[in-house]
C-alpha cells in the first residue's frame, strides 16, 4: 500500500497492526521526511509544529518492496528511533540482515539497540550529500560524475579500487569532503 493511501483507505487501521511475520523482509531502509511549509498547508496532519514523518521500507529477498510502518514525531533521537524500530519488530519484523539509513546519531544508536547483529550501510544519497557539501558549488558537477562511477562497477573489488583511485585527488583540494 502506498503511503500517500494510508490515510484514505478502509485497510488503514489494519495495515498499520499487521503482522510482518509472514513476508520478513532481509533488508529495511529507515527514512525521515520533514514537512515544507507548502506541505503542511496541504496536508493538516503533518502541521505539527518541528514534526517529521519517518517511513520504513522492506526489500525481501526477491527484490519486491513493502512499505513496513509509519510514523510522526518532533525529533530524530535515540528514544523516537528506538520507539518506531520496536514496534515494527513487536509486530513480527525479524530476519533482518540490513539496514539502508542516513546517519543521524539517533538513528544509528537506536539500530545498534534494536537490530542487534545486523548490518548497517550508510544511503549512498545522503553521503553524496554530505560529501558535495564540502565542496564549492563549481565544482560539485564534476564530484559529483566522479562519485557515481564508484557505483556503476560490476563487482565489489572493483568497487574499492575505483574508491581509492577517485578518493585522493578530491582530498587533497577539498579534505573535508573525503572524511
Not at 67 to 77: F, K, R
Amino acid at each position: 500500500m502506498a503511503a500517500s493511501t494510508v490515510h484514505s483507505s478502509p485497510d488503514a487501521p489494519n495495515w498499520a497492526v499487521r503482522d510482518m511475520s509472514p513476508s520478513l523482509p532481509t533488508i529495511i531502509e529507515p527514512t525521515e521526511m520533514k514537512p515544507t511549509a507548502t506541505m503542511s498547508a496541504r496536508t493538516p496532519y503533518l502541521a505539527q509544529p518541528m514534526s517529521m514523518s519517518v517511513v520504513a521500507t522492506g526489500i525481501a529477498a526477491d527484490g519486491s518492496r513493502e512499505i513496513l510502518g509509519l510514523d510522526v514525531g518532533n525529533s530524530e533521537d535515540e528514544v523516537f528511533w528506538r520507539g518506531f524500530l520496536t514496534s515494527l519488530k513487536q509486530r513480527g519484523l525479524g530476519g533482518v540482515r540490513l539496514v539502508i539509513s542516513d546517519q543521524h546519531t539517533g538513528l544509528v544508536k537506536a539500530l545498534k539497540r534494536s537490530f542487534q547483529g545486523t548490518g548497517h550501510q550508510r544511503c549512498r544519497v545522503h553521503f553524496a550529500r554530505n560529501l558535495l557539501a564540502h565542496v564549492p558549488k563549481g565544482h560539485q558537477n564534476m564530484l559529483a560524475a566522479v562519485f557515481r562511477t564508484i557505483f556503476a562497477q560490476p563487482d565489489p573489488a572493483t568497487v574499492e579500487a575505483t574508491w581509492d583511485s577517485v578518493r585522493d585527488p578530491p582530498a587533497g583540494r577539498f579534505p573535508k569532503s573525503v572524511r
